[in-house]
């Protein structure tokens, strides 16, 4: 990576990207554009991409009803009603018998790796095109990190290419549920299970997709303000139906306490009450604003599929998709999402740069052979998925992604 001075005075990040053999450019302000929305929408922009005042004025005075009356309790002292209630709920919904809430999904990543016992001379497989702290989690831990790249339809883990990855080092494989959509992980939880290494599913996109939490020995979380099940700010848990594994958690997560005794390490990795009470009333909400998500995404797979650009939204059932974004492999990229702008419709890339491309990664990753994440990369867009867009919003979506596909495959 080189950083060099434009004419215009503007910075300039330049990638050499091995699997094409040629050099590709982004401005820095073009990758912190492609960052996810603020939820603000833009000048000139008719549909956004996410608007946060729509997905929390769902069900707002339910929500804040619940955070009266976590104020009125004043429980916020430990051991806590508010978050038990919460990892309780939360546990059911995933159809696992135990959850621990934590500040944040990284701090649950860090957590996870924890418990699984995860430290220096340990390796794990994940995929590249993931958030940076499944990979940050482990490294922070002394822990090796190797890259699987991924299958080029579902953009998942590629099982077999993990499968042959695995060593007498790998301690765990974490395969991310890409998007909201549940990874196919059958194989490797077979092969995982025989070789005594764990499988810890990357599931912070995933609320609700159906089977998600409860293939691996543990799933994480992320309850971000933009995610299908939305937190104020942070929040994040890992889930699990193992006894002991949960109790390690627990000890982890509170200062290594067993009772009134700290009888192991441990840090604060808590939840804040508060965010565990507005969580709870959010819960009650998932299902309406998974259908809601699903409606659209069905809206747009019979507009788009024609053009051959839906792989990642197309499932059989439905239910295993919680579309936390709504993504499309499109050709010429940049005139696309400069086209679309022009229209007045928002977009984003998930994410904009891998972790083997960013600057903090770049020589650990320098050999990792990524080929199917590396085309996917420069093609990948995503369309606005958010709860309370109106039918003609939808429509206004529709058209404008249709009339630009149009354009770029007639050339």
Same mark, same amino acid.
């Given at each position: ?54 997905? %929390? ?7 804040? $009803? ?5 104020? @009125?309790?004043?429980?916020? $002292? ?22 621990? $809430? ?13 418990? %699984? ?59 991310? %549920? ?33 089977? &998600? ?23 994040? $848990? ?19 306490? @067993? ?70 492999? &499109? ?42 994440? @590396? ?21 206004? &979506? ?14």
């Amino acid at each position: 990576m080189q950083l060099r001075r434009r004419p215009d005075g503007g910075l300039e990040v330049r990638h050499w990207c091995s699997s094409f053999e040629r050099r590709r450019a982004l401005t820095i302000e073009g990758v912190i554009a492609m960052q996810e929305s603020s939820g603000v929408p833009g000048a000139g922009v008719r549909v956004p991409f996410r608007d946060l005042r729509r997905l %929390h004025n769902i069900g707002q005075q339910e929500s804040r $009803a619940a955070l009266d009356r976590a104020i @009125d309790s004043c429980d916020f $002292a430990r051991p806590n009603q508010l978050i038990e209630e919460f990892e309780s709920k939360f546990a059911e919904y995933c159809g696992v018998r135990y959850a621990v $809430a934590t500040s944040s999904g990284s701090s649950a990543l860090l957590l996870a790796y924890l418990a %699984h016992g995860i430290g220096a001379g340990d390796e794990i497989l994940t995929v590249p095109n993931t958030f940076v702290a499944t990979a940050e989690a482990a490294i922070m831990l002394g822990a090796r990190v190797r890259l699987v790249d991924v299958d080029p339809v579902t953009q998942a883990i590629d099982q077999g290419a993990a499968i042959r990855m695995l060593t007498p080092s790998t301690k765990a494989v974490v395969p991310l %549920h890409p998007f909201g959509r549940a990874a196919g992980l059958e194989l490797l939880r077979s092969v995982t299970r025989e070789r005594g290494i764990a499988l810890i599913e990357e599931a912070c996109h995933a609320h609700g997709a159906r089977r &998600v939490g409860r293939v691996g020995d543990s799933a994480v979380f992320s309850f971000g303000p933009t995610k299908p099940l939305a937190g104020l700010g942070e929040g994040g $848990a890992v889930v699990t139906d193992d006894e002991r594994l949960a109790g390690i958690l627990r000890q982890w997560n509170n200062h290594g306490r @067993d009772g009134g005794s700290h009888r192991h390490l441990g840090l604060n990795f808590r939840i804040h009450p508060m965010e565990a009470a507005y969580l709870t009333s959010r819960l009650a909400l998932l299902p309406g604003l998974l259908d809601e998500r699903r409606m659209i995404a069905a809206r747009y797979n019979d507009a788009f599929a024609e053009y051959g650009v839906t792989g990642n939204p197309a499932v059989r059932d439905p239910t295993e998709h919680s579309y936390y974004v709504y993504v499309l492999d &499109v050709p010429q990229r940049a005139r696309f999402c400069r086209r679309l702008s022009e229209l007045g419709i928002g977009w984003d890339i998930h994410y904009p740069v891998a972790i083997h491309r960013q600057p903090a990664h770049e020589a650990r990753f320098r050999a990792a052979a990524l080929p199917q994440c @590396d085309r996917l990369q420069e093609r990948i867009i995503s369309l606005p998925m958010i709860n309370g867009l109106r039918k003609d919003e939808i429509d206004e &979506v529709v058209t404008a992604v249709r009339s630009v596909l149009e354009e770029v495959t007639a050339e």
